[in-house]
């Protein structure tokens, strides 16, 4: 089974600070997703990586597959980016395993 | 639609009583996926649609859970006699085609369940 460890576990940033989540699992995948939960539940795919690193705005998901590790940086951080960013990862199949989570609260 | 539908967004239920959750996948998505969150815990998989059949059932609890979909559209995830522990957030996914490589997952915003 695929251990999956967010870091950290949860992250008071100023606004315009730069934000770097960190997730590791243990187990080679050929998917790592990154989530954001806003308060009420609601969950969003922000990024799927299978290598290297994507951008979409001011979000930044890189992967090492080697490392077995991610990142996602946000830059620029705004109060509405406070959430809770979840990794989760699988292994050539529909399940997934999920990290707990890392909540961020960006203040004015 | 436009997203996935679930519903109800909220149910409070007597302990024993049977619950029923809906997921209205998004159009087109033949694989449909059920995730619990429970309180202080992370995501945790239940079951997976191809289409009306679900080849994993294995992140089922308890016999106590079962699911169906018709159609190969919606899903109903029942819950018989109800338990204080399976008070938690159910989440509905679908994506276009089954598997996780390739596939963006769209969540449904959840059916929060608490069990008085």
Redesign the interface.
């Known amino acids: 089974k695929n251990e999956v460890e967010q870091s950290p576990q949860n992250l008071t940033a100023q606004e315009g600070e730069f934000i770097t989540i960190n997730c590791s699992y243990s187990v080679g995948i050929s998917a790592l997703h990154w989530l954001q939960q806003h308060p009420g539940g609601g969950i969003v795919s922000l990024f799927m990586l299978s290598s290297g690193k994507k951008k979409h705005g001011r979000l930044i998901a890189t992967i090492n597959i080697q490392e077995k590790h991610s990142s996602l940086h946000i830059t620029a951080s705004h109060p509405r980016d406070s959430a809770v960013y979840i990794c989760a990862v699988g292994l050539g199949s529909y399940q997934l395993t999920f990290g707990k989570g890392t909540k961020l609260s960006v203040i004015p | 639609g436009a997203g996935v539908s679930q519903s109800p967004s909220n149910k409070v239920t007597e302990k024993g009583k049977d619950v029923e959750l809906r997921c209205d996948p998004i159009s087109g998505h033949t ?1 449909l ?1 059920w ?1 619990r ?1 429970s309180l202080g ?5 239940l079951i ?1 649609f ?1 289409g009306n059949s679900a080849p ?1 059932k294995s ?1 089922l609890p308890s016999d106590r859970f079962s699911a169906e979909r018709t159609g190969g559209s919606v899903s109903t995830l029942t819950i018989q006699r109800t338990q204080q522990e399976d008070s938690a ?1 159910y ?1 509905c ?1 679908s994506s276009l085609v ?13 059916s ?1 369940l608490t069990v008085v």
Do not use: C, K, P, S
């Open positions: 694989a996926y995730y969150q815990q992370g995501l945790e998989f997976y191809q994993d992140g957030v989440l996914a089954a598997g996780v490589t390739g596939n963006t997952i769209y969540f449904g915003e959840g929060w």
